[in-house]
């Protein structure tokens, strides 16, 4: 996705790099291509998840604001996702600018979906189904973490364990 744009160009000042360069995170792309990446759709296969499952609860786009910011508005006031961040498989990319631009863990999931475009919350007993049909729209799918129970003024994202950045 497109956030985190104004901290790229700073991290790739930082690198000496010119956006012509071999990208050190992309094989065979220019740096300037390889962060040009298109956002994916995912409109379709979660269309069919919500069709053949009914089971999916809430969808948080992770955008601007990343992690902290976009999962509590979708969950109720009374909870929580616990993110396990080593369940995250990180690309490249987030590592090279984490590294290159010294951005710390926080930041990065602040700033960036750090590989995870979207949060689809569903009850645990639904999530093999819902794992199936997006897995067979060619979707890549991976169990991040689970609702606990959050007291006021708690934050609606709590993290276990750290990135593999």
């Not at 009914?54 to 910011?69: N, R, S, W």
Request: proline share 5%; with cysteine; aromatic share 6%.
């Amino acid at each position: 996705h497109s956030n985190g744009f104004s901290l790229v160009r700073k991290i790739v000042e930082l690198s000496g790099l010119g956006w012509d360069a071999p990208a050190p995170f992309a094989e065979g792309k220019t740096l300037g291509a390889a962060l040009l990446t298109p956002t994916r759709i995912y409109v379709k296969p979660l269309l069919k998840a919500i069709r053949e499952t009914k089971a999916l609860k809430a969808l948080a786009h992770i955008t601007g604001g990343g992690f902290p910011e976009n999962i509590p508005r979708v969950l109720p006031k009374h909870l929580a996702a616990e993110i396990d961040l080593a369940s995250i498989a990180v690309p490249a990319v987030f590592s090279w600018l984490a590294k290159t631009g010294g951005v710390a863990q926080n930041e990065m999931l602040r700033t960036f979906n750090c590989g995870v475009g979207m949060i689809v919350v569903v009850a645990a007993e639904d999530a093999d189904k819902v794992t199936a049909v997006l897995e067979a729209e060619g979707e890549k799918v991976a169990r991040l973490g689970w609702m606990i129970a959050r007291s006021e003024g708690a934050p609606g994202t709590v993290y276990k364990g750290t990135l593999g950045l």
